[in-house]
C-alpha cells in the first residue's frame, strides 16, 4: 500500500526554536511537493522538487524556511526561527513527471507558542 | 500564472440530493483537473480527475465535467450520503509534474 508518509503528525513549539518536518515520497516518484493549509488561505505552494532538484520555493519565506531532498527517499521542510504565524498544517505530496497524479501526506500540524 | 476560482465556499444538502461545485480557470495551457476531498484531520485524497481530452467523467455517484471553451469544470454528486462531508479542491495544472493550482476549497455538509 503505497502512500506518502510525513513525520512528526503533530508538533508543538515554542517562537524561536528549529521546527524540522519529513517526508517520505512514494516510492518511485521524482516530484515532490511542500504545502501548507490555514484556515485564512487555503493551500499555499511552498516548494517543490523534481528529481530531487528545486524547481520553485517562491512560495516560502526565504529567511526562515529551507526545503531539500537529502536523498530520493527523504524531504525535508525546516523553519529556523519558527513564529506563531508559522502555525499551520504542512503537507507532502509525491508524483511522476510523466503522470499528473498527487498524492498526499496525512500532514503535520505545527502550533509554534 | 493560472488562478482556479472555485464556488460556492459551503454547500449543505439534504441527504440524497445532488451536490454541484463548480471551478474556473485562467490558463488555457491547463490540461489536468482533479478534485480532492479532505475529511477532518486527513491530507487531500484524489476522488477524481478530468483531462483536457474529455469532456465528461463518471465513477458511480461523483462526475466531473470540463468546458475547456469557457474553462470551467464541476463537480457532481448524486444521492448524497453523509460520509460525503468533507471539504473539496478543485484545481489545474498542465501536468507533467508541474504544480498544481488549487481552488480555494468548498466545505460540503450532507444533513441526514
Known amino acids: 500500500d503505497a502512500r506518502v508518509t510525513q513525520t512528526p503528525r503533530d508538533k508543538v513549539t515554542e517562537m524561536g526554536q528549529e521546527v524540522t518536518m519529513r517526508c517520505q515520497p512514494i516510492l518511485g516518484h521524482n516530484t515532490v511537493f511542500w504545502y501548507r493549509q490555514t484556515m485564512m488561505q487555503g493551500l499555499e505552494l511552498l516548494a517543490y522538487?523534481?528529481?530531487?532538484?528545486?524547481?520553485?520555493d517562491s512560495g516560502m519565506p526565504k529567511d526562515r524556511f529551507s526545503a531539500e531532498m537529502p536523498d530520493a527517499t527523504l524531504a525535508t521542510l525546516k523553519i529556523q526561527p519558527s513564529e506563531p504565524r508559522d502555525s499551520a498544517v504542512y503537507f507532502c505530496a509525491s508524483g511522476l513527471t510523466q503522470g499528473d497524479e498527487q498524492f498526499f501526506g496525512p500532514g503535520t500540524r505545527l502550533t509554534v507558542l | 500564472g493560472e488562478n482556479v476560482e472555485q464556488h460556492p465556499s459551503t454547500l449543505s444538502v439534504q441527504e440524497g440530493d445532488s451536490a454541484v461545485i463548480k471551478c474556473t480557470y485562467s490558463d488555457s495551457a491547463s490540461n489536468y483537473f482533479p478534485w480532492y476531498k479532505q475529511e477532518l484531520g486527513k491530507g487531500p485524497q484524489l476522488i477524481i480527475d478530468i483531462r483536457s481530452n474529455v469532456g465528461e467523467k463518471k465513477d458511480q455517484r461523483i462526475a466531473v465535467t470540463l468546458n475547456k471553451t469557457a474553462k470551467h469544470f464541476s463537480l457532481h454528486i448524486t444521492e448524497t450520503q453523509p460520509e460525503d462531508s468533507a471539504v473539496y479542491f478543485c484545481a489545474a495544472t498542465s501536468g507533467w509534474g508541474n504544480q498544481f493550482y488549487f481552488g480555494t476549497g468548498t466545505s460540503l455538509t450532507v444533513i441526514p
Open positions: 522538487f523534481r528529481n530531487r532538484a528545486p524547481l520553485d
